[in-house]
């Protein structure tokens, strides 16, 4: 979808697409993404970034992206909204315990269809590491 008749439209379109899942999340952040547009004197909208137009560099942006994700001597955290197609380094990784692995079912972007899941797993995780003095709202208060 590079078009859309209204903001309401890109909205649904989202939710039957699978970009999302949250029907509230979808409401704020579908309409910002969009721009008026009039062509050939007819209003509509379009999506501010064209995507299909990085798709040359999409395979770039990921390449090596396990071994590298791997390979940081930090405390990891891997959120994901399916466990089944990982790639056999991430796969083994976690199997190694080199990364604390959730997973929040979800669409494209489950930081937004579940936020408060996806906060609590991050504010354990800097809890748990220490690496926070203070949080306004504790994961079991989130």
């Not at 952040?29 to 970034?49: F, K």
């Not at 669409?107 to 991050?122: F, K, T």
Request: glycine share 6%; charged share 25%; proline share 5%.
């Amino acid at each position: 979808l590079n078009e859309a008749e209204s903001p309401d439209a890109a909205v649904q379109w989202a939710l039957r697409s699978g970009m999302l899942a949250n029907r509230d999340s979808a409401i704020l952040s579908v309409p910002a993404s969009l721009r008026s547009v009039v062509r050939q004197g007819t209003p509509g909208w379009e999506w501010i970034m064209d995507m299909s137009s990085s798709e040359r560099y999409w395979k770039g942006w990921f390449q090596d992206a396990s071994k590298k994700f791997l390979s940081l001597p930090c405390g990891k955290l891997l959120i994901l909204s399916s466990a089944d197609h990982r790639d056999p380094a991430i796969t083994i990784g976690h199997m190694q315990g080199k990364f604390q692995l959730e997973v929040v079912p979800g669409g494209h972007a489950i930081q937004e269809d579940h936020p408060r899941e996806v906060s609590r797993h991050i504010i354990q995780f800097l809890q748990r590491r220490k690496l926070c003095t203070s949080v306004l709202l504790t994961a079991k208060e989130y």
